[in-house]
């Protein structure tokens, strides 16, 4: 067991756990045994002679057996399809003695300081709490108090925007009754507005149930006295200095040395990267190389096979594998305190099975064009999750309990999100998981266009791909230890993904419903249309000041820049989903391959100022290759319907008051949805014309001379914004007006 009582045999903590169902205790309480270092931090030693017999539950599981060849899990279902979840097969255990097969050099190996047959007892550990709050260095006290108040602030905008559309489907309803006619346009345009809205509206919903509000603590594990670790790094194909640069940050994480060891986990099999990773072995005796085996015809699972591959290659390792394993993606440089904060929830509490930190950034370019930066998920999901008891893995960074990884079965296979299957199985299996609300690794975005939408797309196909398997997370036997929450936060996430097809259709559905010169807004009396207006700006106005407090931890600029960047990658995302679930073969459809983002290359170079293609390729490569002509003509066709239906007011209406009734219920009913929807299509034909600029990677990091570790530059941390943006927030700001002008006109016309 991870963590063990006094009384328990001295078994090696790194000695292979022999039952997959066996579950650990669950932790006391940290009880101090000393005073606090200071008047913010204190410091607590770890004691498990108490409650040491309450056990999780135990589900059934598939039985797995242990290869002769190979200390890896196996099925012994015969028939594997890659239908469930299931740990990944391992071809590798069917081509005989492991030490030839993953070349390992014993000599090398037994040269290097490792204490891994080293048993250290758990109640040795010391735990230095620093602050309250976890995220203490990203939202400062006052915005801290603002946001406490995040879940009333949703409400009251959920409450509003429910309340105006339900009365708009009224209005609708009774004028109806009362001309005896079908406003199928009216009809229309409320199904568009409901599935534009419907994504954020369950993500507010599910916003609300953080109303306890989080309570993270800031730890570290201090001393010399800690478990030990296998560090995976996992990588296909990426630039050999990128790697590199991960590799050495890693090796020199604060961090007992002989306690950890680093795997670079190379799925391409890179020759130069081996060589390196060779030399720089030399430096750190801890430092490995792995690629593992794939035999054609063999599903070889991508990057859960690379994982797994990892976790069976320590196993004849010098020392045998570690008691937690932590995984970077090959560009994440992690911070020198990484391993000390997430290892401290770990070891804190028994039934931890992973913890996570955000995926932070440092090459992403001013204002950040597409929206990449993965802010609003980290600074504001992720914490209502947790919040929530819910954390799931983002990817990168992680730590997992090697004991909870076999009892789940291992890596689970058959998703491009191996990271959300994996989170979504401890839960429910009974594990715990939780969000480190710390910067503890920064990485990069992908510098192109087209590597951008391969990774969002990914993600989206992943995430469905895992509900489905999942069966949404309302029943089965592998959610049956999930609580409310966790089955509800699964369902949200699953839901959103899918709505992207439904927001294209909506997308469609309003330059339509414009040309076709219908009325947009029904009703019976100008008393009904005022109520309409008036509710219509309550909900404006509440929306608004609900987005500024909601996205407090990440930034108000990205409240809106993220709702426009999800409906111009709608078409991406729609068309992904499509293929790969709904259309045949013989239609075009096709399962989605794995790429990892650091290995989609681009000739275009769209932000190297020195060497990008010319305007014309880059038009000929965004708008023809990538699909973009279709958010051109988009923009287009909506302008046409506007100007369209706006002639058109001018032709019939006689009065100056019957021509503003008609623009109100036609075009401009605030707040104007197709103007917020070619602004948003705009955003990569923009790209493609004015592609930002950034310097070489090397200016972005600040590199010792002596050791070549490198770390991003503090300036390149944060998300810069230029005066440019103001034009962005003018819109908003400009439909805001609009509807204040029309809420006040109501009054007086």
Request: glycine share 6%; aromatic share 12%.
């Amino acid at each position: 067991m991870p963590i063990r009582t006094g009384a328990d045999t001295k078994t090696c903590a790194w000695q292979t756990h022999t039952s997959m169902r066996l579950r650990s205790p669950r932790a006391p309480p940290l009880t101090s045994h000393g005073p606090s270092h200071s008047a913010s931090s204190s410091t607590t030693f770890l004691n498990h002679n108490q409650d040491s017999t309450t056990q999780l539950p135990r589900y059934p599981l598939p039985t797995f057996r242990r290869s002769p060849s190979s200390t890896s899990l196996t099925s012994e279902y015969d028939d594997y399809d890659d239908s469930t979840a299931c740990p990944t097969p391992n071809p590798e255990s069917l081509l005989g003695d492991g030490n030839q097969l993953y070349n390992i050099n014993l000599a090398a190996a037994s040269k290097s300081v490792c204490s891994f047959k080293t048993y250290v007892n758990p109640d040795t550990y010391i735990i230095e709490t620093l602050h309250e709050h976890d995220d203490a260095d990203l939202l400062v006290p006052w915005k801290r108090k603002i946001y406490r108040l995040s879940p009333l602030f949703t409400f009251l905008a959920v409450a509003a925007y429910f309340l105006y559309y339900g009365y708009r489907i009224h209005c609708t309803v009774y004028a109806q009754r009362a001309y005896h006619k079908t406003y199928i346009m009216a009809w229309l345009f409320i199904a568009a507005e409901g599935c534009v809205a419907c994504p954020a509206l369950l993500h507010q919903m599910y916003q609300m149930l953080s109303i306890r509000g989080r309570r993270r603590p800031k730890l570290r594990l201090v001393g010399k006295n800690v478990p030990t670790v296998d560090v995976f790094i996992t990588c296909c194909k990426e630039d050999v200095d990128i790697v590199l640069d991960t590799t050495r940050a890693a090796c020199a994480v604060d961090y007992p040395q002989d306690r950890f060891r680093v795997v670079v986990l190379d799925d391409g099999k890179d020759a130069e990267l081996e060589k390196a990773i060779e030399d720089l072995s030399q430096e750190y005796p801890n430092l490995y190389y792995h690629a593992r085996i794939k035999i054609k015809g063999v599903p070889h699972h991508f990057k859960a096979g690379n994982l797994t591959g990892g976790t069976d290659f320590v196993t004849r390792v010098d020392g045998g594998e570690g008691e937690f394993i932590a995984a970077l993606d090959a560009d994440m440089i992690p911070e020198p305190d990484w391993l000390r904060a997430i290892i401290a929830h770990m070891v804190n509490d028994s039934e931890m099975a992973l913890v996570c930190p955000p995926q932070l950034f440092y090459n992403i370019p001013e204002n950040d064009p597409l929206v990449q930066s993965l802010d609003t998920f980290v600074h504001v999901m992720e914490p209502t999750k947790d919040a929530n008891g819910v954390a799931w893995c983002t990817g990168s960074g992680y730590a997992i309990r090697r004991q909870a990884l076999e009892s789940i079965g291992g890596w689970p296979v058959g998703s491009l999100a191996e990271d959300t299957f994996t989170s979504s199985l401890l839960l429910g299996s009974g594990w715990k998981t939780a969000f480190c609300h710390e910067a503890l690794q920064y990485g990069t975005v992908p510098d192109t266009l087209t590597g951008h939408l391969k990774q969002r797309t990914r993600w989206t196909l992943g995430t469905l791909q895992t509900a489905l398997k999942l069966k949404f997370c309302l029943y089965g036997d592998l959610v049956k230890g999930m609580s409310f929450f966790a089955r509800l936060s699964a369902f949200v996430f699953a839901i959103d993904a899918f709505f992207k097809i439904f927001l294209l259709i909506a997308l469609l559905t309003i330059p339509i419903v414009l040309i076709s010169g219908g009325q947009l807004v029904a009703y019976s009396s100008n008393n009904q249309l005022r109520w309409q207006i008036r509710l219509c700006f309550a909900s404006l106005m509440l929306t608004r000041l609900n987005e500024w407090i909601t996205y407090l931890p990440s930034g108000y600029r990205l409240a809106q820049r993220d709702t426009g960047a999800q409906m111009w990658m709608a078409p991406f995302h729609a068309m992904t989903i499509i293929r790969s679930f709904i259309l045949p073969a013989w239609l075009g459809g096709k399962a989605m391959a794995f790429s990892s983002s650091g290995s989609v290359k681009s000739e275009l170079n769209e932000r190297d100022p020195k060497t990008r293609a010319p305007l014309f390729r880059r038009l000929k490569v965004i708008l023809w290759d990538c699909d973009v002509y279709l958010h051109f003509l988009y923009v287009l066709f909506v302008l046409a319907a506007v100007v369209y239906s706006t002639v058109m007011g001018f032709k019939e209406s006689l009065t100056v008051h019957r021509l503003y009734i008609y623009l109100l219920t036609h075009a401009f009913w605030p707040p104007m949805l197709w103007l917020l929807c070619i602004t948003a299509c705009c955003e990569p034909i923009k790209y493609a014309i004015w592609p930002p600029s950034m310097p070489e990677r090397e200016e972005l990091l600040e590199r010792d001379q002596k050791t070549g570790i490198a770390r991003p530059k503090e300036a390149w941390k944060k998300q810069r914004y230029s005066k440019k943006t103001f034009w962005h927030e003018m819109q908003y700001s400009g439909v805001t007006i609009f509807t204040s002008v029309v809420f006040f006109g109501a009054f007086f016309v």
